[in-house]
């Protein structure tokens, strides 16, 4: 099959989306059996180096100024020209051009518009009409799945679930190099305890309740917060901070090097993300993958992740999320089980299955 894969992203784009498709490049070369791949890239990036080469690799610049025009009429004009047996588009799907799979990142500006801005709302709301054009959809978890056919009637087709896979850079603190662990620790001036959250700052993720949850649980240790402002960040996490009420529980780090932020998450005692809504919730896998016991919300795809690796809670419930803290906090045991039961479930996430059943699905006929 002569199959196009957008890969757009792959230097430049929405973080976790970035990840994802820089990982789906590389394993879907590595699984590939019979296809001749076309990676479509975007222009300007045409002098970074790509780093896959060989029989049935090609890769194809493209315009992708704007993800939903690209995908609109970019690809498939390509796709047409290149005599492409499908393409696997992110998010945004065509209306024409060779046979389309649409591979759905998430679709929560439907389920929770509060989370996004007017304009945000009116670029994604293409999404679901498209999808009606789809041979294939595919999305992220089953808890997506539920989300998509829930709020995207009309579909044709069946929403195929492949699951993300866990990232081989994060590793147990026994298993990392103790003088560059200690080096970061020193670095970033991280205390001796910690918790951690790593995320967009957003509305979405919930760190106004998680803070005031810290804040609450006496001898808590300061949650150290990893991440990019968004436009609509949590009002509640902006006053706490701007009002100077922290007493040092909380902590902005910023954006932190992809060297060094498996190091922060093996140095951390808990990893908390009581977010309001994810598709998938790839800083989970990273904290079991790092061996840290996980605090996180008892809905979204939380649960389908996590299994019983993890401590729950009402994310809207600033006492809640309080109560399970403190019972992590006070419980080494606990803690220790969670670690362990991380780690084992981590193991059943694996990009290598991941882009295997991709590639599977698009073989299967329609």
């Known amino acids: 099959m002569k199959?196009?894969?957008?890969?757009?992203?792959?230097?430049?784009?929405?973080?976790?989306?970035r990840l994802v498709v820089q990982k789906l490049v590389q394993h879907m070369?590595?699984?590939n059996k019979g296809h001749r791949l076309y990676f479509f890239l975007n222009r300007k990036h045409r002098h970074l180096p790509f780093h896959f080469s060989g029989p049935g690799i090609e890769t194809v610049y493209v315009w992708g100024g704007n993800n939903l025009i690209s995908n609109l009429f970019i690809l498939p004009f390509y796709g047409k020209k290149l005599g492409l047996d499908g393409i696997l588009y992110q998010n945004f799907g065509s209306f024409w051009g060779p046979e389309r799979w649409v591979?759905?990142?998430?679709?929560?500006?439907l389920s929770h518009p509060r989370f996004f801005s007017l304009a945000e709302r009116l670029y994604f709301s293409f999404m679901p009409l498209l999808l009606r054009f789809a041979a294939k959809i595919?999305?992220?978890?089953?808890?997506?799945?539920k989300r998509i056919e829930t709020w995207c009637p009309g579909l044709k087709v069946p929403v195929e679930v492949v699951h993300h896979g866990r990232d081989g850079r994060f590793l147990p603190a026994e298993k990392c190099p103790q003088n560059e662990l200690n080096e970061v620790k020193s670095r970033l001036g991280l205390p001796g305890r910690y918790l951690l959250f790593v995320g967009r700052l957003n509305v979405r993720k919930n760190l106004g309740r998680l803070a005031e949850a810290v804040m609450a649980v006496p001898d808590c240790p300061p949650l150290m917060i990893i991440g990019e402002k968004d436009w609509k960040s949590d009002p509640g996490l902006d006053s706490l901070l701007e009002n100077g009420e922290t007493e040092g529980k909380l902590r902005r780090l910023g954006k932190v090097s992809a060297n060094d932020l498996p190091l922060v998450y093996a140095g951390a005692e808990i990893f908390c993300f009581v977010?309001?809504?994810e598709g998938f919730g790839?800083?989970?896998?990273?904290?079991?993958?790092a061996g840290i016991p996980v605090l996180t919300s008892a809905d979204s795809a939380m649960s389908e992740i996590c299994g019983s690796a993890a401590e729950y809670c009402n994310p809207m419930d600033t006492q809640s999320i309080a109560q399970?803290?403190?019972s992590l906090l006070n419980d080494r045991e606990k803690r220790a089980q969670l670690s362990l039961a991380g780690l084992k479930r981590q193991e059943e996430f694996d990009w290598d299955h991941t882009a295997k059943r991709l590639l599977e699905i698009m073989e299967k006929k329609s």
Not at 138 to 145: F, G, P, W
């Open 3 to 17: 199959t196009g894969i957008d890969a757009k992203w792959y230097f430049e784009g929405p973080v976790s989306n």
């Open 29 to 31: 070369i590595a699984a």
């Open 103 to 109: 591979y759905i990142h998430d679709v929560v500006f």
């Open 138 to 145: 595919i999305t992220i978890s089953y808890s997506e799945k």
């Open 275 to 277: 977010s309001l809504a």
């Open 282 to 289: 790839l800083p989970v896998l990273e904290a079991m993958s």
């Open 324 to 326: 399970a803290l403190s």
